[in-house]
């Protein structure tokens, strides 16, 4: 006879080391990802002009925003000041992450949806122009 293990939300199958469905499809915002958006107004209503096309997509680039920030010390607030006083700079940040991502193993696709999160950050804020992203397109790269 077989005994069937009943999971409790965030809890894991250590066996199979799967996650339970709950804890998959209940998935929310992580705290820190929460934090940065309750911490900085303009986060915020970036966050909330992005999810007016898109939840999934709003979060997933506050996601990757928030790791930008947690990897680099770089808070969002400083990429954008950056990015008005020097653009050159900004995308030299860009790319040392794209760099750093690259030497760790990260998914092509994953780097290109960070990259595409850092854009809309800085273009949102006004911080770049058209130029710029010319010079960031990463499939020339």
Do not use: C
Not at 39 to 66: M, P
Request: proline letters at 2%.
């Amino acid at each position: 006879m077989t005994s069937i293990t009943t999971l409790q939300p965030g809890t894991s199958n250590r066996k199979s080391g799967l996650k339970s469905k709950l804890e998959i499809l209940g998935r929310k915002l992580g705290g820190t990802s929460r934090n940065l958006l309750e911490s900085d107004e303009n986060v915020a209503r970036w966050h909330t002009n992005l999810a007016r096309a898109s939840q999934i997509t709003a979060d997933v680039r506050l996601r990757r925003l928030n790791m930008f920030y947690k990897n680099t010390g770089i808070t969002p607030a400083m990429m954008v000041a950056t990015g008005k006083e020097n653009s050159m700079r900004a995308e030299d940040m860009i790319l040392d992450y794209v760099t750093w991502m690259e030497s760790q193993k990260y998914a092509p696709g994953y780097i290109e949806d960070v990259v595409k999160a850092l854009k809309s950050w800085l273009t949102y804020n006004y911080s770049v122009d058209q130029k710029f992203w010319n010079l960031m397109d990463l499939r020339s790269m």
